[in-house]
C-alpha cells in the first residue's frame, strides 16, 4: 500500500475521514476547526482557520497532500497553493457525491479498500431513507445556518440532500441563491412543520430554541435543535450522520 505520508488538511470533515480510513498518522496539519476524532489530532499542528490558513506554515510542513474544499476554503488560497504542492479539492453537493468523493479520497491516500464498510454503511442509510419515505411524508423543515442575518439553504446544497435523505422538505429549496439570507415573516409564510438549528455553523443553542419557540417567531412550528455535523459533514459521519438525522426526523413527527 502507497500512498501520502505528509497531509495537511483543510476541512474538518475531511480531516474526521482521513482519520476513518486509517490515515490520521500521516496527518500533519490540520484547522482549528477540525475537532475529531479528538485523541488522533491532540498532536497534529493546526494552521489556522478554514477561510485563513497560515499557507506560509502549510508549505513549511512539506506536505505531499493537501486535502480542501472549494465552499469552505478561498479561492486565492487554493490556488496559491495548487502551484506548489499537490492538492485535492473536493466539493460534493449531494449525498451520492459525497459517497464518491469519500471513494476519491481513499483512492488519493492509496486505500481504496479502507472505504468500502464506509461506503456500505451510507448505503444502508440510504436504503433505511427509502423505507421511511414510504412509510411517512417528510417534515418541512427550514433549516438556520446562520442568524445575523437569517441564512438557510438552497437545493443545490448538501445540507439540502442531507435533509431529503433524512426525512425533511427543505421549504427554501427553490430559492435562486444557494445560501439565502431570509425574511422571518416570508418563512413563516412558508408554513414549515420544524426549524432545525444546527450547533455549526452558527452555534445555536437550548436557549435560543427555548426562546424562539416562546416567541412563536416561526408560529406553529416546532424548533429543535441539531447537530450540525449531521447534516453539513460529508464523508464517514454520513456512515452515522444519516441515521441520527432520521432518527431525529421521526422523533420531531410524534410531537
Known amino acids: 500500500m502507497s500512498g501520502p505520508r505528509r497531509i495537511v488538511s483543510l ?3 475531511t480531516t474526521e475521514s482521513v482519520c476513518g480510513l486509517g490515515h490520521g498518522a500521516a496527518l500533519v496539519g490540520c484547522t482549528r476547526w477540525c475537532e475529531e476524532p479528538a485523541a488522533q489530532l491532540a498532536q497534529v499542528q493546526r494552521i489556522g482557520g ?3 490558513p497560515d499557507r506560509e506554515a502549510v508549505l513549511a510542513l512539506a506536505p505531499d497532500l493537501v486535502l480542501a474544499n472549494a465552499e469552505e476554503n478561498r479561492a486565492e488560497d487554493l490556488a496559491w497553493l495548487q ?3 499537490p492538492v485535492l ?3 460534493p453537493r449531494s449525498v451520492r457525491e459525497a459517497a464518491a468523493a469519500l471513494r476519491e479520497l481513499a483512492q488519493a491516500l492509496g486505500d481504496v ?3 468500502v464498510p464506509w461506503l456500505l454503511r451510507i448505503e444502508a442509510e440510504l436504503a433505511a431513507a427509502e423505507v421511511e419515505r414510504l412509510r411517512a411524508a417528510p417534515l418541512r423543515a427550514f433549516y438556520a445556518i446562520w442568524r445575523k442575518p437569517w441564512m438557510s439553504v438552497n437545493a443545490d446544497t448538501f445540507v439540502h440532500d442531507a435533509l431529503r435523505c433524512s426525512g425533511f422538505a427543505n421549504v427554501t429549496a427553490a430559492l435562486p441563491v444557494r445560501y439565502p439570507e431570509v425574511d422571518l415573516a416570508a418563512v413563516r409564510a412558508l408554513a414549515p412543520d420544524v426549524v432545525l438549528l444546527p450547533s455549526e455553523p452558527w452555534a445555536f443553542t437550548a436557549a435560543d430554541r427555548d426562546a424562539l419557540q416562546h ?3 416561526f408560529g406553529s412550528a416546532v424548533v429543535a435543535v441539531c ?3 449531521d447534516f453539513c ?3 464517514v459521519r454520513m456512515a452515522e450522520g444519516l441515521g441520527r438525522a432520521r432518527r431525529l426526523a421521526a422523533a420531531l413527527r410524534c410531537r
Request: net charge neutral; glycine share 12%.
Open 83 to 85: 502551484q506548489r504542492v
Open 11 to 13: 476541512v474538518p470533515s
Open 215 to 217: 416567541e412563536g417567531t
Open 89 to 91: 479539492v473536493q466539493t
Open 233 to 235: 459533514w460529508h464523508g
Open 227 to 229: 447537530d450540525g455535523r
Open 113 to 115: 479498500e479502507a472505504a
Open 50 to 52: 478554514t477561510k485563513n
